[in-house]
């Protein structure tokens, strides 16, 4: 099983087995640090390229949830959270964003597209809701919000699965959402996500 997260900060479940996990990034030569929640101070892995094993990283943070945090002088932070150590192959590829860049348009285009989820939504329109929460996505990944819709729509659903794995996505980019970590206990995953590891979401090519 192989499973890619394209500078996406977020929650992924792995399954027993063998396992590594593989970290590029634009530019390379990114800090690649490993702490667990209650741990003020992290551990250094290594540079970008790198591969480690899950096993290894099972060992170090004693089978905790993990958290990797991609950094570089002159690039806002990206933070990886990995609740579930086990078996599979995890691709993190990171295009880090310069401090500094303005993104405003591509965020007030996000915003658009995601009143128009939440009207369809309420509408009990799911289809069209998810499409305008992918285009939300395409124009801004940073917001959390749209995340949290994908995954009340997936409740909606049914789709415990697919909605846990939204709302991971949710709080990787906004820890201290309460809401969130209440939907995920009704979904019977974990919130353990560091109230102080806020996340970004994937840059632009």
């Not at 579930?84 to 295009?95: F, Q, S």
């Not at 965020?107 to 989820?117: D, G, K, Q, S, W």
Request: some cysteine.
């Amino acid at each position: 099983m192989q499973r890619r997260l394209s500078a996406l900060c977020f929650a992924l479940p792995l399954f027993a087995g063998c396992a590594s996990v593989s970290i590029t990034s634009k530019p390379p030569g990114v800090d690649v640090i490993m702490s667990v929640p209650g741990q003020e101070n992290g551990k250094l892995l290594g540079k970008t390229p790198l591969q480690q094993e899950m096993a290894e990283l099972s060992k170090l943070s004693n089978k905790s949830t993990i958290v990797l945090t991609l950094k570089r002088a002159g690039y806002r932070n990206q933070n990886f959270v990995i609740p579930n150590l086990g078996g599979g192959k995890l691709e993190i590829e990171a295009n880090m964003l310069p401090i500094g860049s303005d993104d405003s348009a591509d965020i007030n285009t996000a915003v658009r597209f995601l009143l128009e989820a939440e009207r369809q939504i309420i509408d009990k329109n799911f289809k069209e809701a998810l499409k305008s929460l992918e285009k939300s996505r395409a124009a801004n990944p940073n917001i959390a919000a749209a995340y949290t819709f994908e995954g009340t729509v997936y409740m909606l659903q049914n789709q415990t699965e697919k909605a846990r794995e939204a709302f991971y996505k949710a709080l990787a980019l906004d820890p201290s959402d309460t809401e969130v970590r209440a939907l995920l206990a009704e979904t019977g995953a974990s919130a353990d996500v560091p109230a102080g590891g806020k996340g970004k979401a994937r840059g632009k090519k």
